[in-house]
Structure formats: structure tokens, C-alpha cells
């Protein structure tokens, strides 16, 4: 039995490697992520037969806690929408920041002449895992409103330090515990990583959620991999460390896009230290009708169209690619230009588009398309505010200064459809908005879009 | 047992696998790409029905069966997410 658990955890890791390779690209990611399904099918049917695996009572459980657990995980999984996938993929990365963080505690209750190093591991795994697994849900509350943005108090930062290395101290206490592991200690352990955890997340503000989500799945991963060590486990280990690099390294890629840090992340506010800067920016704000904006595009030769969160949250991406469509058949050359953070999360527009129908080879990334702007007739701006702001450019002192921006501002006309008149997500006021070339066009992005495609029609 | 610097390998390759496998991604894909992440550390699930698998006091048991209905949701829901939104890519070219 022991070589078939070998053969099949091998072929999982490879499937898992291979999947993720393939998921990396467009055009093969649709296999990727059956064959790694296929891994963790096998890897999982094979478990069964570890030999470790006991008694009718813990084999019922197994059975029991898989079609709980999978079966409300499916079930909220396929009725979850778009735009809130990025807190769903919170929640189910830190169910298995909870689950490395359960192995591990089993692991130190039940220690019996475990090296010290391993003691040592289980109990960083545990630290690791249940930080990811209460910061995960904290993220989850906050992206989906249940929770209030930020909360943070004077010397929060000490604070956690304090707790921080009370936590460290006990794991430790426990990794030098032999056989004799306190179960007072360890509870102490989990309930003050848990809370690390909560105070870590809490004061980040809303605009770096995903960044903190992309962390705590490498977080996981890692704990997982740790797990893989002390379980002895090679599949674990393998799957668990490589996507605790990959998640590394994607975490600082999706900061990098937002031109921050990940210590300025972590450790400094942003979000509502934006809504004391004043806005400054001169001229008024030129309402315009959607007829005119009809006209307008209908006799344009290029359009580029900026979508932002707000064009999702009112499910406007469907309408917006009906009245793409029709501008095409007139011969208009129409392309969709992505920020890397348009949406709550680097590549989520794209998603977001794509599941509209938008074919992504009209989905342009800021690089390609910047210098385009110059020539455009005109860009639509629907539901994006801060990432076409361009005192990003201009202005030392605004908080966003320094993160590449689309250059909204360098087309002949400019039209921002918007619900009113307030700033966007950083609280900044958008000095796009006042440039004499741009006419703000106020409703509802879904309305504004039927509305623009009638126009078109009745041309 | 993996003895310690077979261990160590181990977790050496696998960093860098992770690391170039991921090195060369378009933007686009982060998010999916995160997701599928996410879900292959839902690989935890093996561990967590040895861990209670191996249970022998009730409260051990009742910690293994949190541990696995965790581990289920992680993988279940990291794959029904990341099916779904892959589901989507499409080329201009196939459909017209």
C-alpha cells in the first residue's frame, strides 16, 4: 500500500506543477485547473487507504466533515457573483490557513519523541496558519461590507508587536516542550495567533485588501508546506511550498502595480488618510447628455473604454459590450484599456469582462495602451476614478503620486460616466474631472449604457 | 521519515519551481491565477484526514473534523472559483 500512496502523491505534486504552469497563460488555463483537480482527486482517494488512517468512527467522520465542508464550499462557490469572487477566495484561503493550523495542534497534542526541529515546525505551522486563517476572514468581512473599513488606535503598531512576541515566546515554549506539551499553553498559543491575525488586518485600509489576500495565500501555502514536513508528507510539502513562492512573488507583483510596498502595505495607513488632503483642482465639472455622447462616438475613429469597479457593481459590463458591438459594426475602433488594479484585484476586470463576453484580445494593459490615448477620439470612463487621476503624475504631495496611471487626460474628449458628484475609493478628489476636453455623463452605469446604446441605434 | 536536508531540497526546488512557474504572467491572469493557487494548498485536506485519521481522544477528533470540513472548503471552493472564472477566456477569434 505504501508505494501506491507514493506513485499517487507523485503524480498529484506533477499534476499540481503542471496545472499552475498551464493556468499561467490564457489559452491553456481552462486545462490547467482540471489537471490539478485531477491531482487533488487522486491525492485525496488514495488517503483513505493511508495507513495511518484508523478506526469506523474517524473514517465516518472523514466522510462526514468532506461532504459538509465540500458541499457548502460548492454550493457558495457557484452561486457566488463576479464581482465578489475576491473575498470568497479570502474565505476558502483561510479555511485552509485553519485546516494547516488544526493539523498542526493535533500534531503537538499528540507529540511523542518528536525531533525538536519538527516540534518546532508544527508550531510555526500552527502560528502561520491560524494568522492566515482569522487575517483572511478579517479581509472576507471587510470586502464584503460586513465590517467597517479600517479601525486603528495610537500605538496599534506596538501593540501588535507586544502580542506578536508573547505568541512567539509560547511557540517556543511548546517546540521545547517534548512530550510534555500544556494544553493551557497551547490554547493561550492559537487564541494569540488568531488574534495577531484579527490585529494585523484590521487597520489596512479596503484600497490593498488584495494585496494582504494575495499575502495570506502565500501564508497558506507555506503553513501547508510545513505541515507536509512534520506529517512527512511529500505532497504536501510540494504543493504547499510552491505556491507559498508563487503567492510571494504574485503578492509583490500586485503591489508593484499599485506602486506600493509591501511594508507600506502592512504597517502605514492609506485610504482614509487620503480624504484630509483638500481638492485643489480648479474649473468645474461639465455635465453632457447620452444623445450627444452617442453622436459623439458613433463618429469617432478610436475609442478606448475604461472600465472601473463601479461599472461592475452595477452590473453595467454587458450593456457596455452591446454598445462596444455596435460602435464596431460602424466602424469605430474600440479597445478596453485595464489598469492593473481596475477592480478590487489585479486581473479582475479581466474576469469581469470576460465573463460580459468581451473576447481578450480587446482588453488592453496600461503599457500597451498609454501611448495611444493621444490619438483616441475619445475615452469613456465608466466606474474608474483614481486609477485615470492624473495628479498621480502631477502632484508630489496627493497620496496616489507615483502609481502609473492610464492617461485618460491625453485624449481629445474625455467622458466619465459617474453616480454623482463624490471622490473614489481613496477619498481623492479627481482633477480629470475639471480638464476642459471632459463632460461628466451622471446615472447609473447599467442605465447610461442602455441609454448610450439607443442613441447609437437611432442614429 | 524525510530526513532533514532531503527536507530542505525539497523545499528549495519547489520555491523555485514556484517562482518560475509563475515568473512570466500576464496581468490579466493574477487574479485566476491566485484563486488556483489558492486552491492547490487545498492539498491540506490529505493532511488533515491523516491528522484525523490518526485521532484518538474526542477533543482530537472534534479538532480533526473542523480541520477537514476547512480543508474540503478550501479545496472544493478554490476549484468551483477558479473553474468558473476561467471558464471565461475566450479568444475574438473562435466566436466571432
Not at chain 1, 267 to 285: K, L, P
Not at chain 1, 391 to 398: K, L, N
Not at chain 1, 420 to 438: M, P, R, V, W
Amino acid at each position: 500500500m505504501g508505494i501506491l500512496l507514493d506513485v499517487a502523491y507523485f503524480t498529484a505534486a506533477v499534476l499540481f506543477i503542471l496545472g499552475l504552469k498551464q493556468m499561467a497563460s490564457p489559452v491553456t488555463a481552462r486545462r490547467g485547473i482540471v489537471w490539478a483537480g485531477a491531482g487533488m482527486v487522486l491525492a485525496t482517494a488514495v488517503t483513505f487507504f493511508h495507513p495511518e488512517v484508523e478506526g469506523l468512527t474517524n473514517y465516518l467522520l472523514i466522510f462526514l466533515a468532506i461532504g459538509l465542508g465540500g458541499g457548502l464550499a460548492w454550493w457558495s462557490g457557484k452561486k457566488v457573483a463576479m464581482t465578489d469572487m475576491p473575498q470568497m477566495i479570502a474565505l476558502y484561503n483561510g479555511m485552509g490557513g485553519g485546516a494547516a493550523a488544526g493539523i498542526g495542534v493535533i500534531a503537538l497534542m499528540q507529540a511523542q519523541d518528536m525531533s525538536l526541529l519538527i516540534q518546532g515546525i508544527a508550531a510555526v505551522g500552527v502560528l502561520i496558519g491560524a494568522v492566515a486563517f482569522s487575517g483572511s476572514l478579517v479581509a472576507f468581512a471587510k470586502l464584503q461590507g460586513i465590517m467597517q473599513k479600517t479601525m486603528r488606535f495610537s500605538g496599534q503598531q506596538w501593540f501588535n508587536l507586544l502580542i506578536f512576541a508573547i505568541t512567539l515566546g509560547l511557540g517556543l515554549m511548546l517546540a521545547f516542550a517534548g512530550n510534555e506539551v500544556s494544553g493551557a499553553a497551547l490554547l493561550a498559543f492559537v487564541l494569540l495567533a488568531l488574534a495577531f491575525g484579527v490585529l494585523m488586518t484590521l487597520p489596512i485600509g479596503g484600497a490593498d485588501m488584495p494585496v494582504v489576500i494575495s499575502l495570506y495565500n502565500a501564508l497558506t501555502g507555506l503553513a501547508v508546506g510545513f505541515k507536509g514536513l512534520v506529517l512527512d508528507n511529500p505532497a504536501l510539502m510540494i504543493a504547499g511550498i510552491v505556491v507559498g513562492a508563487a503567492g510571494t512573488l504574485l503578492t509583490q507583483l500586485m503591489a508593484r502595480a499599485m506602486n506600493r510596498s509591501l511594508a507600506s502595505v502592512l504597517f502605514s495607513g492609506f485610504g482614509d488618510t487620503g480624504s484630509a488632503q483638500s481638492g485643489e483642482a480648479t474649473g468645474s465639472m461639465k455635465p453632457i447628455d447620452a444623445a450627444d455622447v452617442g453622436v459623439m462616438m458613433a463618429f469617432a475613429d478610436k475609442v478606448i473604454v475604461i472600465p472601473g469597479y463601479g461599472m461592475a457593481v452595477a452590473q453595467a459590463q454587458h450593456k457596455v459590450w452591446e454598445l462596444c458591438q455596435l460602435l464596431i459594426e460602424r466602424g469605430v475602433k474600440v479597445r478596453f484599456a485595464i489598469h492593473p488594479v481596475a477592480g478590487r484585484m489585479p486581473g479582475h476586470m479581466n474576469v469581469l469582462l470576460a465573463e460580459a463576453g468581451v473576447p481578450y484580445d480587446l482588453i488592453q494593459d496600461l503599457d500597451e495602451i498609454n501611448q495611444e490615448f493621444e490619438t483616441t477620439d475619445v475615452a469613456l470612463v465608466i466606474g474608474a476614478n483614481d486609477v485615470v487621476n492624473p495628479v498621480a503624475r502631477t502632484d508630489p504631495s496627493s497620496p496616489i503620486y507615483g502609481m502609473p496611471i492610464l492617461n485618460a487626460d491625453k485624449a481629445r474628449n474625455v467622458i466619465v460616466v459617474k453616480r454623482g458628484q463624490g471622490a473614489g475609493f481613496s477619498g481623492i478628489e479627481n482633477a480629470l474631472f475639471f480638464l476642459d476636453q471632459t463632460r461628466m455623463l451622471y446615472g447609473d452605469g447599467q442605465s447610461v449604457a442602455a441609454e448610450l446604446i439607443q442613441a447609437v441605434k437611432s442614429l | 521519515m524525510i530526513e532533514g536536508f532531503i527536507a530542505l531540497y525539497i523545499f528549495m526546488l519547489a520555491a523555485f519551481t514556484g517562482y518560475e512557474v509563475i515568473a512570466r504572467v500576464p496581468v490579466i491572469l493574477h487574479t485566476p491565477l491566485m484563486s488556483g493557487s489558492n486552491f492547490i494548498h487545498g492539498i491540506v485536506l490529505i493532511g488533515t484526514m491523516v491528522a484525523l485519521g490518526h485521532a484518538q481522544t474526542p477533543l482530537e477528533q472534534a479538532i480533526g473534523f473542523v480541520a477537514v470540513v476547512l480543508g474540503a472548503g478550501n479545496a472544493v471552493g478554490g476549484y468551483v472559483v477558479t473553474e468558473r472564472m476561467l471558464e471565461m477566456f475566450k479568444s475574438s477569434r473562435k466566436d466571432g
